[in-house]
């Protein structure tokens, strides 16, 4: 995907090593079903609160960085919150206009939509309730229930053609195994670019019943 190591450089700037080992939070999950041949879950998440904004015309690096300052401080929040993973922002104004947010994995981004979508997902200790509003208007809060999903866990990069590849496997699992697919992929990073190719965790995610 163009521009995605300029969108993930940021990610896990206290979390993450070359060898992709990373003390960041990730979304917790029920797991329904696992194939380890071909490193394929089924997975239900039972709640996840998203903050998210639009990639239209391909602006990635402009979506991530509206998320990025929306956990460093550019929201509504005034509840303290106990840090899973160090955020670095650069306040030039020396204060913070709201709750700084713990980074968690992954990154999800949504092309299938009428709208292009990067999206974070919040710790698992925020409700849609508790959730900071967002200062800026191009974000919106949303929570996704009962969401299952059938995920194919890949290393290397989110290119297109390697995203392109793990997708019609996952998709040809899906049949075979008796699921309905009911969405679109949808591609998750775990890892910034200073983790080795070899070793970061890539996932595409295809909602199923």
């Known amino acids: 995907m163009k521009s995605l190591l300029t969108i993930l450089t940021s990610i896990f ?7 992709g080992q990373s003390n960041v939070e ?21 709640s996840m609160v998203l903050v998210s904004t639009s990639m239209a015309g391909n602006s990635s690096n402009s979506a991530f960085r509206k998320l990025f300052k929306y ?7 005034a509840t303290e919150i106990s840090m899973t993973a160090p955020v670095i922002m650069d306040d030039k104004n020396g204060s913070k206009k709201g709750t700084e947010i713990s980074m968690t994995a992954p990154v999800f981004m949504n092309e299938n939509t009428d709208e292009a979508l990067m999206s974070f997902v919040m710790p698992k200790s925020f409700t849609l309730a508790t959730t900071p509003k967002p200062t800026n208007p191009d974000l919106k809060v949303s929570e ?38 009911i969405g679109e992929a949808v591609k998750a990073g775990y890892n910034g670019p200073l983790t080795l190719p070899m070793m970061r965790r890539n996932e595409v995610l295809i909602k199923i019943q």
Do not use: M
């Open 144 to 181: 996704l229930k009962d969401y299952k999903v059938a995920a194919i866990q890949f290393s290397g990069t989110l290119s297109d053609s390697n995203v392109e590849e793990h997708t019609k496997i996952l998709t040809d699992w899906i049949t075979a195994n008796g699921f309905t697919a």
């Open 13 to 19: 700037v206290t979390g993450c090593s070359v060898v």
């Open 26 to 46: 990730t979304a917790p999950y029920t797991l329904l079903k696992s194939d380890e041949t071909k490193n394929i879950e089924v997975r239900n998440y039972e």
């Open 71 to 77: 956990i460093g401080g550019e929201n509504e929040g």
